[in-house]
């Protein structure tokens, strides 16, 4: 098992760009999150989704879109790139919310 | 929101030494996570605590789940290099973001964890 995987690793974007990032599961977890971390302020949860076609925001989701058309995937759109979106991104999965397991993280730039 | 408070914020001890820390918060939480993110690296879950009072080990590693169900300490014995990362403790949240189902884990800020050896 890959566990979760996450691409890319690295990404530096213009202010205004777009992009998505990446997210997989091989484990069959219904149970999908994204969250950022910033210096000194832990991760907080963006958007989440506890099954396809199922999703739900979360502490902090302005200037981000998800969708969960399969199980296993679960990306993470940014529409317009601001520098405040400056972070590092990690994916997680579960059966429930709480024994999550977390991909390597993509590390974001917006100059 | 809830908030999960981590002290201390960092640990400079020696290699061989016992470390201790916690996490406390002013809701009650029915479930503890532990977690050790090294650089680089995402989140890795060490412990999971479900009932007040247990007290559960993994290796070197102690977590016990406090009676009051607002905190929780995780205990490491006889420090090795391997130990250093920061150290999060978890819990789910019972904030509802956007007026439906609330979900999501809470995060400490973390303890940073440096060994000297």
């Known amino acids: 098992n890959a566990g979760v995987t996450q691409t890319p690793k690295f990404q530096v974007l213009k202010t205004g760009q777009s992009m998505t990032l990446q997210c997989a599961q091989d484990m069959n977890h219904e149970y999908m999150s994204w969250y950022r971390q910033d210096p000194g302020m832990g991760l907080r949860l963006i958007h989440y989704?506890?099954?396809?076609?199922?999703?739900d925001q979360g502490e902090v989701p302005n200037g981000y879109n998800v969708s969960r058309s399969t199980t296993e995937d679960f990306p993470l759109r940014l529409l317009s790139a601001a520098p405040s979106q400056t972070s590092v991104y990690f994916c997680?999965?579960?059966?429930?919310?709480?024994?999550?397991?977390f991909g390597p993280g993509t590390r974001l730039t917006v100059l | 929101g809830q908030q999960l408070n981590q002290s201390p914020q960092s640990m400079f001890i020696q290699e061989g030494e016992d470390v201790s820390m916690n996490c406390t918060s002013s809701s009650i939480f029915n479930t503890w996570l532990w977690y050790k993110q090294e650089p680089g690296e995402g989140p890795v879950l060490l412990i999971a605590?479900?009932?007040?009072?247990e007290l559960t080990s993994n290796g070197r590693l102690t977590a016990q789940f406090g009676i009051t169900r607002k905190d929780s300490f995780l205990n490491i014995s006889a420090s090795i290099p391997s130990d250093v990362g920061i150290y999060f403790c978890?819990?789910?949240?019972?904030?509802?973001?956007?007026?439906?189902?609330?979900?999501?884990?809470?995060f400490g800020k973390g303890t940073h964890l440096i060994i000297q050896p």
């Open positions: 605590l479900y009932k007040a009072g």
């Open positions: 997680a999965s579960s059966y429930g919310r709480n024994e999550q397991f």
């Open positions: 978890a819990g789910p949240s019972f904030v509802s973001y956007s007026g439906g189902g609330a979900d999501g884990l809470t």
């Open positions: 989704s506890v099954g396809a076609g199922i999703t």
